[in-house]
């Protein structure tokens, strides 16, 4: 019998070894070629048609940026007070579609969101209910989802977004956070904004807004900046900055320090507003400049709507252009005294009727001139009395012949050489040129009476007013100053200073020939301007009442007066105090109208001049380097001057009341101050509103007591 081979089913080592090594190869084959293609996917990932769009899908799946907010620029007054400020504020829509908001959740605390809503923002809450649930409603059938990016912002719109309140401050927006369902904020989006905030609200608003903000926008412009964010969750709820190459951090705008006073421009706004109100005045403006430097301390623009409201919306005072009336009698007189050599005691025969005709031009004046109505007077007297006869006479008399020497002159003076005041733009000067005698609308044979009074001329209040700075500030015209310093980050980066147009109007003899007449306006007692004698402190000034041209369409027998009869009047009173000392230059300029046989102010006299009256009176009052102050003795009416109370022993000294000090209480915090202090009284107060109180502490110091 055969023994049976029992390694007939066994592998040979080597064939086994080499089995292995066959199918290890395959493996490395078939590994590579996956490794190959996992390499190749990955190129084509990143480098291939798709690669962008799938590289930007992963960033955004893992990454976001998010826009970083410069700050623009703040706007201050001279004193370093706030007027125009960045406000964070934030507007609030709905979502209550949004997830997890359950109607399990919605429908337990839906009372109690519309009761605090109801509260907050002053509507019955069954309103904020039915709103809630309708929105709800809608939210959830719509399954609308529009909200799109722009410029890395997120935008809503469609019906499931409900825009529940605009505009909220940060105090608002955190109390809405504390209400029912907006604490965890279900359903609540909150947008925010950016918005400038002027902090004293209308006072010099447009000025402000329309002024400096669009002259000065460059510079106060902020840089925005970029800042990259890790997402934590898919839903980006919440998110940590990091440190990357794309970031850049943002670039606050320039600040700007303006030279306006923000307390004495109440005082302006506030006299002027006043005074459209009582007298049912159409627009007015107001300007106060420092003579020497021509800063504006303050600028009000104010206009009365027929609905009776009054608006700060136009800039008047640079904008306003039209016939200056006999505010242009000091240009006038300036061009007879320094030009023609005109004697200011010459004797000028104006008429026993107040009438005369010149080039078959009939001109009046509002009133006999002269000591007796004689009509017999000076060339200072038909200055001081706003003589339109007069001066028509003089002025016809040294030009009539030469005409273009007569506007030459005035234009040597420099005010058409300014067009604004720092990129301000609007200011105008024209005056027509002889040698268009024959042109339509060019020279006529009236022109030349005409503008010895100011009609036929063109000009604004602030042209005006820098006509009469120049003659304060000894015959030197400058441009007025809005924009004192721009800063950046604390560091003056730019500081604007006084530019010159001319350096000398006139000569020094009829400048103070000219001043003299100014005095004379106020101090005499047939001047026009007398009712500002009774001030402790001397005025220089000239009243001018001018018709203004009506639109075409408002037309009757002429372009002056409408079809029932009505005109209207250009009223301005222009000086400058103290007129010993100038200090102050300022314009009023109040445009009124007046139906024929009403009785109503409306001369430069009866209604700008109180609001200047009032002006200078507090600048004065409140100016402490001035020497001296006035102090009216109680029972006497009559005025003396003593020196400012600069101690407390000098405050205590002063009395205006046979009981010390003055009772305020139940006054308006800035009136009870504008008493005590004129009276000499230190004043210590918190808050603002009406004096409710007062006491005398033993420093002598009144403290008030305010309720708002």
Request: charged share 25%.
């Amino acid at each position: 019998m055969k023994q049976k081979n029992t390694n007939i089913h066994d592998p040979n080592p080597h064939s086994i070894k080499r089995s292995i090594q066959r199918r290890a190869k395959w493996l490395y084959v078939i590994f590579s070629l996956l490794a190959l293609a996992v390499f190749v996917q990955i190129v084509l990932t990143q480098y291939g048609p798709n690669g962008a769009a799938l590289r930007n899908k992963s960033e955004d799946l893992c990454y976001t940026t998010r826009r970083v907010q410069g700050n623009r620029g703040n706007i201050y007054d001279r004193n370093g007070e706030i007027l125009s400020t960045d406000s964070r504020t934030y507007n609030i829509r709905l979502d209550l579609a949004a997830e997890p908001l359950s109607d399990e959740l919605f429908n337990r605390h839906v009372g109690a969101l519309a009761d605090s809503l109801g509260r907050m923002f002053g509507k019955p809450s069954v309103h904020y209910r039915t709103l809630l649930v309708q929105t709800r409603q809608k939210a959830v059938e719509s399954g609308d989802t529009a909200m799109v990016r722009l410029h890395g912002k997120a935008h809503y719109a469609g019906a499931r977004y409900k825009l529940l309140a605009r505009h909220l401050n940060q105090r608002e927006y955190d109390r809405l956070r504390t209400f029912p369902l907006m604490e965890r904020r279900y359903g609540m989006i909150a947008e925010e904004e950016r918005m400038r905030y002027k902090v004293y609200g209308s006072l010099a608003a447009y000025t402000i807004s329309q002024g400096v903000e669009k002259a000065y926008d460059s510079l106060l412009r902020s840089t925005d900046g970029v800042n990259r964010y890790v997402k934590l969750d898919n839903r980006n709820r919440s998110s940590v900055p990091i440190v990357d190459k794309i970031n850049r951090p943002a670039t606050n705008g320039c600040d700007i320090i303006t030279t306006i006073d923000i307390n004495l421009q109440d005082v302006v706004e506030g006299a002027l507003r006043k005074q459209l109100a009582d007298n049912k005045a159409l627009s007015g403006t107001a300007v106060v400049v420092e003579c020497a430097t021509g800063e504006i301390r303050a600028m009000a623009n104010l206009t009365h709507r027929k609905s009776g409201e009054i608006n700060d919306d136009f800039n008047y005072a640079i904008r306003w252009h039209g016939a200056p009336g006999s505010t242009f009698k000091g240009i006038s007189l300036m061009a007879l005294l320094d030009d023609a050599g005109v004697s200011k005691d010459r004797w000028v025969d104006c008429g026993k009727t107040g009438k005369t005709v010149i080039n078959g031009l009939t001109i009046t004046d509002t009133h006999v001139v002269g000591a007796g109505k004689s009509g017999k007077t000076t060339v200072k007297g038909m200055f001081v009395e706003s003589s339109n006869v007069g001066f028509a006479k003089v002025v016809c008399q040294n030009y009539e012949d030469r005409p273009e020497r007569w506007v030459e002159y005035i234009r040597g003076i420099g005010l058409d050489k300014v067009s604004s005041i720092q990129n301000i733009r609007g200011l105008g000067f024209y005056i027509k040129d002889p040698s268009t005698f024959h042109d339509r609308g060019g020279w006529s044979k009236t022109t030349l009476p005409q503008t010895a009074y100011g009609y036929e001329v063109n000009m604004t209040p602030m042209q005006t007013l820098m006509f009469y700075n120049a003659v304060a500030n000894n015959g030197r015209l400058i441009t007025p100053v809005l924009v004192k310093q721009v800063m950046n980050e604390g560091e003056v980066v730019r500081e604007y200073t006084t530019e010159v147009v001319n350096e000398q109007i006139c000569s020094p003899t009829a400048l103070a020939d000219l001043q003299e007449c100014m005095e004379a306006v106020v101090s005499h007692e047939r001047g026009t301007g007398k009712a500002l004698a009774k001030l402790p402190f001397k005025v220089a000034g000239k009243t001018g009442t001018a018709q203004v041209i009506l639109p075409k369409e408002m037309w009757g027998r002429n372009a002056y007066v409408t079809k029932d009869g009505t005109r209207q009047y250009l009223a301005t009173f222009v000086g400058y105090f103290p007129a010993d000392a100038p200090k102050y230059t300022c314009i009023v300029s109040i445009k009124t109208e007046r139906k024929s046989g009403e009785v109503k102010y409306y001369t430069g006299a009866g209604v700008s001049l109180p609001v200047f009256g009032e002006i200078a009176e507090y600048v004065y009052t409140h100016d402490l380097q001035w020497a001296t102050r006035a102090e009216r003795v109680a029972g006497a009416g009559v005025l003396k001057s003593k020196p400012i109370a600069r101690s407390v022993a000098d405050v205590e000294a002063v009395d205006t009341t046979e009981g010390g000090v003055p009772n305020v209480v139940g006054m308006g915090l800035r009136d009870a101050l504008y008493v005590l202090e004129r009276a000499g009284h230190k004043v210590r107060f918190s808050g603002s509103g009406t004096v409710v109180s007062q006491t005398t502490n033993a420093e002598g110091e009144v403290e008030l007591r305010i309720q708002n």
